[in-house]
């Protein structure tokens, strides 16, 4: 067993030691949740949502610090922090209702009585990412938990701290310790193990594309079940018609929630070239009006990059001579701090347009008509998320179902609602999570045929 330091990003001080699971740990973690399967998915399903509301009582009540701990681990802001734990509560709240909501189908047919079962899986492995860590791990294990699966969760190595003390209130709440365990430690250990396990029925992954593409060629060696959600370089597409002083002032936020680490960040802004300067001009005092600083501060908008290494990835894309039109500010001192950027590159095969950077930088280009706007956005492998700023409904539409994207906002930047599905096209991902058909993925369809002829 080894220890890991988890680390402030805000003042690059240790919050903490962690224990990382070894692959035998995680192997008999996996056996316990295979043997506490049949009794889980035995429990009758009014009992099941009864405990998923505990669970979700448990979370509310310790809301403060689960936020809290999220601003030490992941330096999200406070307000954020709070709204991802609440989030947690809320997903937990809207699948509690799943298990007595499960139904099958009664089909026609000749000779007998055609039914339908959704029965559970088994055991599901959550991996999570280090960017959101509490509304990503309830997105996975929430609907799991309520389709009757047992679940084994892997927070990131740099954020496992909200993970661990989620698992505390799941048992304080009754739901049996193995039926839901957290395992920190190193991806290539724990999360290996969950790829080839053969008692890991199915793999939820958060993360990168590359490692997504591993983890889907592992998952084919035994036909696993999986889900992914991927990369993503999203477009903001402002046009001439739009309410451009309220495009210019929302656009900071589309991208530099979370210091831009978010798949969903409108890290590209094409903007129709009529307007290009008056927006820009816009732009500029937004950017510098973020607030950037002590994510436990109540005003601050933007904290801290998670580390130091991803500090210097994103700071590798901006050398002397990089096409920045303006920055915002930043603290000075200890913290992994970067500036929110805006960049001008000259078309979409610069890295500054085309590559998921993950940080506070966002790429403004023109474009001339709507089939130019559609063809922009969708020249990338990636396809999660994007807006679409404009006052023509029907343009609204037609772009809408022009751009190859998952998840689409007009006149608005959200992504993520969890009454909604949420998932990517091309190589943002395989598969949706949340709304209500996400239970169903975390259930074999059994037909049963009973013959009624004499």
Known sequence: MSMFDVINPATEAVVTGVEGTSAEETDAAIARAHAAFPAWRAVAPGD?????RRFADAVDADLENLARLEVANSGHTIGNARW??????????????????????QIPVPGGLNVTFHEPLGVVGVIVPWNFPMPIAGWGFAPALAAGNTVVLKPAELTPLTAIRLGELAREAG????????????????????????????????????????????????????????????????????????????APYGVFDNAGQ????????????????????????????????????????????????????????????????????????????????????????????????????????????????????????????????????????RVSRGVEAGNLSVNSHSSVRYWTPFGGFKQSGLGRELGPDAVDAFTETKNVFISTEE
């Open 48 to 52: 099941r949502a009864r405990l998923l």
């Open 84 to 105: 991802e734990a609440g989030n947690v509560r809320d997903v937990l709240t809207y699948y509690s209702a799943a298990p007595e909501r499960l139904n099958g189908k």
């Open 175 to 250: 739901i049996p310790e193995d039926v839901f365990q957290v395992l920190p430690g190193k991806g290539s250990v724990v999360g290996e193990r969950f790829v080839t396990h053969p008692r890991v029925r199915k793999v939820v992954f958060t993360g990168s594309t590359e490692v997504g593409r591993r983890i889907m060629a592992g998952c084919a060696e035994q036909v696993k079940r999986v889900t992914l959600e991927l990369g993503g370089k999203n477009a903001n597409i402002v046009f001439a018609d739009s309410d451009l002083d309220k495009a210019a002032a929302t």
């Open 262 to 397: 978010d798949c969903c960040a409108r890290s590209l802004i094409l903007v129709q070239r009529s307007v290009h300067e008056k927006f820009m001009a816009l732009l500029e005092p937004a950017v510098s009006g973020v607030v950037v600083g002590d994510p436990a501060v109540e005003s601050t908008e933007m904290g801290p990059l998670i580390s130091a290494r991803h500090k210097e990835k994103v700071a590798s894309y901006l050398p002397d001579g990089a096409p920045i039109a303006f920055r915002g500010s930043a603290p000075d001192g200890p913290g992994f701090w970067f500036p929110p950027t805006v960049v001008t590159p000259p078309d979409l095969t610069d890295p500054l347009a085309a590559d998921e950077i993950f940080g506070p930088v966002v790429a403004v280009v023109g474009f001339e008509d709507e089939a130019d706007a559609i063809a922009m956005a969708n020249h990338t492998e990636y396809g999660l998320s994007g807006s679409i700023w404009t006052r023509d409904v029907g343009r609204a539409l």
